[in-house]
C-alpha cells in the first residue's frame, strides 16, 4: 500500500512540470530580444524601401522634363519668327544696313521672354510662352496632375547667345535661348535638365 501512495506521488510531480509555462522573466526577455530585432530590421530594410521609391521618382522626373523640353523645342524661336520656317530669322539684318525693318522683310526679336497667348496652353506657338510654366499638363493644357501627383515644374528661359549659361539680360543679339526645365519630386529632390533652342 505504501510503495502505491509512492509511485502516485512522483506522477503527480511529473504532470505538474510538463503543464508549466513560460516564467514572467522569459516572457520578458523574449520580447526585448523580438524589439530589437525588429528595430534591427526596420533600419536595414525602410531604407532600401525608400532608394527604390526614389529611383520611381527620378524616372517620372525626367520622363516628365523630357516631354516638356520636346513641346517646346517644336514651338518657333521667338513670337516675331516665322512660325512656317523662313530663310530670314528674327532680329537678322539682311540688307545689313544697321537697321531691322519690316521693309526688307526683317523682324526684330521680342525684347520681353513672356506668355503672349493669355495663359492658354494651346495657343503656345514660341519657346517665351513658357517662361514661367508651373503647370503641370500636356500640350493641350489638359491637366496631368493625377499622374505626377506631389511634383512640381518650374520653366524658365534666357536669353543666352554666347552659351556661356548666363542670360544676356538687354543684349540685342538674339541667336540663342535657354531653356531650364526644373522638376521638384515628391521627397523634395530638385532635377534640373537645361537645353538650348537656335535662332533658325
Known amino acids: 500500500m505504501r510503495s502505491n501512495f509512492i509511485v502516485s506521488v512522483k506522477t503527480a510531480k511529473f504532470s505538474r512540470h510538463q503543464v508549466q509555462g513560460f516564467t514572467l522573466i522569459e516572457t520578458i526577455v523574449g520580447i526585448v530580444v523580438l524589439a530589437i530585432a525588429f528595430a534591427i530590421f526596420t533600419r ?15 524616372i517620372k522626373a525626367a ?7 520636346n513641346e517646346i523645342l517644336g514651338k518657333a524661336f521667338d513670337e516675331n519668327s516665322d512660325m512656317s520656317g523662313s530663310l530670314v ?3 537678322e539684318d539682311v540688307n545689313r544696313d544697321g537697321v531691322i525693318t519690316a521693309a526688307a522683310g526683317e523682324s526684330p526679336c521680342s ?5 503672349e497667348e493669355a495663359g492658354d496652353r494651346a495657343l503656345f506657338d514660341d519657346v517665351d510662352d513658357y517662361n514661367g510654366l ?4 500636356n500640350s493641350l493644357g489638359d491637366g496631368l496632375a493625377n499622374i505626377y501627383l506631389g511634383y512640381q515644374i518650374n520653366v524658365q528661359v534666357v536669353n543666352d547667345s554666347n552659351y556661356d549659361g ?5 543684349d540685342n543679339n538674339y541667336t540663342a535661348k535657354l531653356i531650364t526645365v526644373t522638376v521638384t519630386t515628391p521627397q523634395d ?4 535638365f537645361s537645353v538650348y533652342r537656335a535662332n533658325f
Open 89 to 91: 530669322r528674327c532680329g
Open 166 to 170: 548666363v542670360s544676356d539680360g538687354s
Open 63 to 69: 520622363e516628365l522634363a523630357q516631354s516638356m523640353i
Open 134 to 137: 508651373t503647370v503641370i499638363a
Open 189 to 192: 529632390f530638385d532635377f534640373v
Open 111 to 115: 525684347q520681353v521672354l513672356s506668355n
Open 44 to 58: 536595414l530594410i525602410y531604407p532600401l524601401a525608400n532608394q527604390s521609391a526614389e529611383q520611381v521618382h527620378q
